[in-house]
Protein backbone atom coordinates (compact mmCIF):
# COMPACT_ATOMS: atom_id res chain seq x y z
CA UNK A 1 0.00 0.00 0.00
CA UNK A 2 2.73 2.25 0.72
CA UNK A 3 4.52 1.79 -2.61
CA UNK A 4 0.90 2.27 -4.31
CA UNK A 5 0.87 5.32 -2.59
CA UNK A 6 4.50 6.87 -3.41
CA UNK A 7 3.63 5.88 -6.65
CA UNK A 8 0.12 7.22 -7.23
CA UNK A 9 1.81 10.38 -4.96
CA UNK A 10 4.94 10.69 -7.80
CA UNK A 11 2.45 10.21 -10.92
CA UNK A 12 1.39 14.27 -11.09
CA UNK A 13 4.94 15.09 -10.71
CA UNK A 14 6.26 13.34 -13.27
CA UNK A 15 3.87 14.52 -16.50
CA UNK A 16 4.60 17.12 -18.25
CA UNK A 17 3.80 20.70 -17.45
CA UNK A 18 1.03 22.45 -19.54
CA UNK A 19 2.75 25.47 -21.72
CA UNK A 20 1.59 28.83 -20.08
CA UNK A 21 -0.48 31.00 -22.14
CA UNK A 22 1.77 33.97 -21.65
CA UNK A 23 4.22 31.84 -23.90
CA UNK A 24 1.45 30.31 -25.90
CA UNK A 25 1.06 34.24 -27.01
CA UNK A 26 4.74 34.80 -27.56
CA UNK A 27 5.30 31.93 -29.81
CA UNK A 28 1.62 32.64 -32.10
CA UNK A 29 3.06 36.66 -32.13
CA UNK A 30 6.69 35.38 -33.35
CA UNK A 31 5.49 32.62 -35.46
CA UNK A 32 3.59 35.87 -37.09
CA UNK A 33 6.63 38.10 -37.42
CA UNK A 34 8.45 35.24 -39.44
CA UNK A 35 5.33 34.59 -41.95
CA UNK A 36 5.87 38.52 -42.07
CA UNK A 37 8.92 38.89 -42.88
CA UNK A 38 9.57 35.72 -45.07
CA UNK A 39 6.38 36.44 -47.16
CA UNK A 40 6.71 40.35 -46.88
CA UNK A 41 6.83 40.90 -50.87
CA UNK A 42 3.67 39.50 -51.26
CA UNK A 43 1.70 40.72 -48.12
CA UNK A 44 2.89 44.21 -48.62
CA UNK A 45 0.05 46.71 -50.80
CA UNK A 46 2.98 49.38 -52.13
CA UNK A 47 6.43 49.32 -52.90
CA UNK A 48 8.17 50.91 -50.21
CA UNK A 49 9.71 53.62 -52.39
CA UNK A 50 6.54 54.58 -53.71
CA UNK A 51 5.93 58.63 -53.07
CA UNK A 52 2.57 60.08 -53.23
CA UNK A 53 2.83 63.43 -52.43
CA UNK A 54 -1.01 64.36 -52.41
CA UNK A 55 -1.17 61.57 -49.78
CA UNK A 56 1.47 62.53 -47.42
CA UNK A 57 0.73 62.77 -43.72
CA UNK A 58 -2.59 60.72 -44.44
CA UNK A 59 -4.05 59.56 -40.78
CA UNK A 60 -4.69 55.37 -40.24
CA UNK A 61 -7.89 54.43 -40.68
CA UNK A 62 -10.25 55.10 -38.08
CA UNK A 63 -8.93 58.49 -37.45
CA UNK A 64 -10.29 59.83 -40.71
CA UNK A 65 -7.74 58.34 -43.50
CA UNK A 66 -8.82 55.69 -45.99
CA UNK A 67 -8.95 52.36 -46.12
CA UNK A 68 -6.25 52.27 -49.23
CA UNK A 69 -3.74 53.21 -46.25
CA UNK A 70 -4.84 51.35 -43.54
CA UNK A 71 -1.87 52.61 -41.24
CA UNK A 72 -1.60 55.99 -42.72
CA UNK A 73 1.17 57.39 -45.02
CA UNK A 74 4.31 59.63 -43.75
CA UNK A 75 6.69 62.95 -44.70
CA UNK A 76 6.73 61.56 -48.69
CA UNK A 77 3.68 59.74 -48.78
CA UNK A 78 4.76 56.36 -48.82
CA UNK A 79 2.32 53.78 -47.11
CA UNK A 80 3.50 52.95 -43.42
CA UNK A 81 1.95 49.53 -43.66
CA UNK A 82 4.30 48.50 -46.66
CA UNK A 83 7.20 49.86 -45.01
CA UNK A 84 6.66 48.02 -41.73
CA UNK A 85 5.85 44.80 -43.48
CA UNK A 86 9.34 45.22 -44.87
CA UNK A 87 10.89 46.49 -41.96
CA UNK A 88 9.95 43.39 -39.92
CA UNK A 89 11.81 41.70 -42.69
CA UNK A 90 14.92 43.87 -42.53
CA UNK A 91 15.23 43.88 -38.47
CA UNK A 92 14.54 39.97 -38.05
CA UNK A 93 16.89 39.45 -40.96
CA UNK A 94 19.92 41.69 -39.41
CA UNK A 95 19.05 40.24 -35.69
CA UNK A 96 19.43 36.44 -36.69
CA UNK A 97 22.42 37.20 -38.48
CA UNK A 98 23.98 38.75 -35.82
CA UNK A 99 23.10 36.17 -33.45
CA UNK A 100 24.08 33.44 -35.09
CA UNK A 101 27.47 35.04 -35.91
CA UNK A 102 27.91 36.40 -32.42
CA UNK A 103 26.83 32.41 -30.44
CA UNK A 104 29.44 31.09 -33.18
CA UNK A 105 32.23 33.53 -32.39
CA UNK A 106 31.74 33.30 -28.65
CA UNK A 107 31.25 29.35 -28.68
CA UNK A 108 34.42 29.01 -30.76
CA UNK A 109 36.58 31.47 -28.06
CA UNK A 110 35.15 29.70 -25.34
CA UNK A 111 35.69 26.50 -26.12
CA UNK A 112 39.00 27.25 -27.63
CA UNK A 113 39.82 28.62 -24.11
CA UNK A 114 38.58 25.60 -22.12
CA UNK A 115 40.72 23.43 -24.12
CA UNK A 116 43.67 25.25 -24.33
CA UNK A 117 44.02 26.79 -20.49
CA UNK A 118 47.19 28.54 -19.93
CA UNK A 119 48.33 31.62 -22.34
CA UNK A 120 45.28 31.30 -24.26
CA UNK A 121 42.92 31.10 -21.96
CA UNK A 122 44.28 34.05 -20.46
CA UNK A 123 44.36 35.82 -23.53
CA UNK A 124 40.48 35.14 -24.52
CA UNK A 125 39.54 36.52 -20.56
CA UNK A 126 41.36 39.61 -21.80
CA UNK A 127 38.90 40.09 -24.86
CA UNK A 128 36.21 39.42 -23.30
CA UNK A 129 36.91 41.40 -20.43
CA UNK A 130 37.78 43.96 -23.30
CA UNK A 131 34.91 43.69 -25.01
CA UNK A 132 32.32 43.79 -21.56
CA UNK A 133 34.35 47.18 -20.71
CA UNK A 134 33.87 48.67 -24.18
CA UNK A 135 30.52 50.72 -24.47
CA UNK A 136 29.10 49.49 -27.85
CA UNK A 137 28.22 52.54 -28.96
CA UNK A 138 31.29 53.70 -28.73
CA UNK A 139 32.40 50.97 -30.75
CA UNK A 140 29.59 50.94 -33.25
CA UNK A 141 30.20 55.23 -33.96
CA UNK A 142 33.44 54.29 -34.45
CA UNK A 143 33.47 51.58 -36.92
CA UNK A 144 30.77 52.70 -39.22
CA UNK A 145 32.22 56.50 -39.25
CA UNK A 146 35.55 54.97 -40.47
CA UNK A 147 34.43 52.23 -42.80
CA UNK A 148 30.69 53.60 -44.01
CA UNK A 149 27.44 52.10 -43.79
CA UNK A 150 26.63 48.68 -44.94
CA UNK A 151 24.13 45.74 -43.61
CA UNK A 152 27.01 43.29 -43.94
CA UNK A 153 29.09 45.25 -42.16
CA UNK A 154 25.79 46.02 -39.57
CA UNK A 155 25.17 42.54 -39.24
CA UNK A 156 28.80 41.77 -37.96
CA UNK A 157 29.10 44.72 -35.69
CA UNK A 158 25.93 43.60 -34.15
CA UNK A 159 27.52 40.27 -33.54
CA UNK A 160 30.33 41.99 -31.39
CA UNK A 161 27.48 43.10 -29.59
CA UNK A 162 27.22 40.11 -26.48
CA UNK A 163 29.53 37.87 -27.51
CA UNK A 164 31.71 37.95 -24.82
CA UNK A 165 28.70 36.58 -22.25
CA UNK A 166 28.60 33.29 -25.16
CA UNK A 167 31.83 32.76 -24.44
CA UNK A 168 31.31 33.02 -21.10
CA UNK A 169 28.95 30.34 -21.49
CA UNK A 170 30.56 28.10 -23.20
CA UNK A 171 33.83 28.43 -21.54
CA UNK A 172 32.06 27.65 -18.26
CA UNK A 173 29.92 24.46 -19.84
CA UNK A 174 32.87 23.11 -20.96
CA UNK A 175 35.06 23.15 -18.38
CA UNK A 176 32.23 21.64 -16.35
CA UNK A 177 31.42 18.75 -18.82
CA UNK A 178 35.35 17.78 -18.65
CA UNK A 179 35.41 16.45 -15.36
CA UNK A 180 31.98 14.32 -16.56
CA UNK A 181 32.92 10.92 -16.93
CA UNK A 182 31.79 10.62 -20.24
CA UNK A 183 33.95 13.06 -21.31
CA UNK A 184 37.39 11.21 -19.43
CA UNK A 185 35.77 8.06 -21.40
CA UNK A 186 35.84 9.44 -24.92
CA UNK A 187 39.16 11.06 -23.61
CA UNK A 188 40.98 7.65 -22.93
CA UNK A 189 39.78 5.86 -26.05
CA UNK A 190 41.73 8.28 -27.89
CA UNK A 191 38.89 10.66 -29.31
CA UNK A 192 40.59 13.92 -31.20
CA UNK A 193 39.29 16.69 -30.12
CA UNK A 194 37.24 17.37 -32.74
CA UNK A 195 35.20 14.21 -31.79
CA UNK A 196 35.61 15.03 -28.76
CA UNK A 197 34.31 18.86 -28.97
CA UNK A 198 31.88 18.93 -32.08
CA UNK A 199 30.40 14.69 -31.33
CA UNK A 200 30.19 14.84 -27.76
CA UNK A 201 30.50 18.05 -25.80
CA UNK A 202 28.53 19.93 -28.27
CA UNK A 203 25.20 18.02 -27.98
CA UNK A 204 25.50 18.48 -24.10
CA UNK A 205 25.68 22.45 -24.13
CA UNK A 206 24.18 23.36 -26.84
CA UNK A 207 20.84 23.45 -24.72
CA UNK A 208 22.15 26.51 -22.69
CA UNK A 209 24.07 28.21 -25.70
CA UNK A 210 20.10 27.83 -27.38
CA UNK A 211 18.83 30.06 -24.36
CA UNK A 212 21.68 32.20 -24.76
CA UNK A 213 21.21 32.77 -27.84
CA UNK A 214 17.57 33.67 -27.51
CA UNK A 215 18.39 36.01 -24.24
CA UNK A 216 20.45 37.64 -26.75
CA UNK A 217 18.18 38.04 -29.85
CA UNK A 218 16.29 41.04 -28.70
CA UNK A 219 19.05 43.03 -27.14
CA UNK A 220 20.23 42.74 -30.51
CA UNK A 221 16.69 44.05 -32.03
CA UNK A 222 17.19 47.18 -29.76
CA UNK A 223 20.57 47.65 -30.05
CA UNK A 224 20.18 47.72 -34.44
CA UNK A 225 17.01 50.30 -33.55
CA UNK A 226 18.59 52.18 -31.07
CA UNK A 227 21.87 52.87 -34.42
CA UNK A 228 19.02 53.17 -37.35
CA UNK A 229 17.36 55.60 -34.72
CA UNK A 230 20.60 57.70 -34.77
CA UNK A 231 21.28 56.98 -38.25
CA UNK A 232 23.87 55.41 -38.03
CA UNK A 233 22.26 51.55 -39.39
CA UNK A 234 19.73 50.63 -42.30
CA UNK A 235 20.49 53.33 -44.85
CA UNK A 236 17.52 54.35 -47.16
CA UNK A 237 16.22 53.54 -49.38
CA UNK A 238 16.24 50.15 -47.17
CA UNK A 239 14.09 50.36 -44.11
CA UNK A 240 14.11 48.81 -40.78
CA UNK A 241 12.09 49.18 -37.79
CA UNK A 242 14.65 51.84 -35.81
CA UNK A 243 15.11 53.39 -39.12
CA UNK A 244 11.23 54.43 -39.11
CA UNK A 245 11.52 55.65 -35.54
CA UNK A 246 14.33 57.78 -36.37
CA UNK A 247 12.43 59.52 -39.24
CA UNK A 248 9.14 59.55 -37.84
CA UNK A 249 10.64 61.51 -34.59
CA UNK A 250 10.27 64.86 -36.02
CA UNK A 251 6.77 64.30 -36.85
CA UNK A 252 5.81 62.90 -33.47
CA UNK A 253 3.19 66.02 -33.04
CA UNK A 254 1.92 66.35 -36.39
CA UNK A 255 2.18 62.41 -37.49
CA UNK A 256 2.75 60.19 -34.43
CA UNK A 257 1.38 57.20 -36.47
CA UNK A 258 4.71 57.44 -38.05
CA UNK A 259 6.69 56.58 -35.41
CA UNK A 260 3.89 54.46 -33.48
CA UNK A 261 3.41 51.55 -35.19
CA UNK A 262 6.88 50.03 -35.64
CA UNK A 263 7.91 51.06 -31.44
CA UNK A 264 4.90 48.35 -30.98
CA UNK A 265 6.57 46.09 -33.09
CA UNK A 266 9.69 46.63 -31.08
CA UNK A 267 8.13 46.20 -27.80
CA UNK A 268 6.23 43.25 -28.85
CA UNK A 269 8.39 40.84 -30.15
CA UNK A 270 11.35 41.89 -27.47
CA UNK A 271 9.04 41.06 -24.94
CA UNK A 272 7.74 37.76 -26.94
CA UNK A 273 11.01 36.65 -27.67
CA UNK A 274 12.30 37.40 -23.99
CA UNK A 275 9.54 35.46 -22.09
CA UNK A 276 10.30 32.52 -24.90
CA UNK A 277 14.08 32.74 -23.61
CA UNK A 278 13.01 32.28 -20.06
CA UNK A 279 10.75 29.36 -20.67
CA UNK A 280 13.27 27.47 -22.87
CA UNK A 281 16.03 28.57 -20.07
CA UNK A 282 13.53 26.89 -17.54
CA UNK A 283 12.61 24.00 -19.19
CA UNK A 284 16.11 23.16 -21.06
CA UNK A 285 18.84 24.42 -18.74
CA UNK A 286 19.47 21.53 -16.37
CA UNK A 287 21.11 24.06 -13.30
CA UNK A 288 17.55 25.63 -13.12
CA UNK A 289 14.67 23.87 -11.26
Given at each position: ??????????????????????????????????????????????S???LD???????????????????????????????????????????F??????????????????H???????????????Q???????????V????????????????????????????????A???????L????????????????????????????????????????????????????????????????????????????????????????I?I??????????????
Amino acid sequence: MTELASASAARPATRRRPIPRGVVLAFGWILLMILVGAFADVLRPYSITALDLSARLTPPIGFGGPITHPLGTDELGRDVLSRLIVSIRVSLLIAFGATVLGVFLGGTLGLVAAHFRGLIEQIVLMLIDAQAALPFIILALSVLAFFGNSLALLIALLALYGWERHARVARGLALAASTQGYMLAVRQLGAGPWRLYVHHMLPNISATMIVSATLAFPEIILAESGLSFLGLGVQPPMTSLGNMVGYGRGYISSAPWILLFPSIVIVITTLAISITGDWLRDRLDPTVS
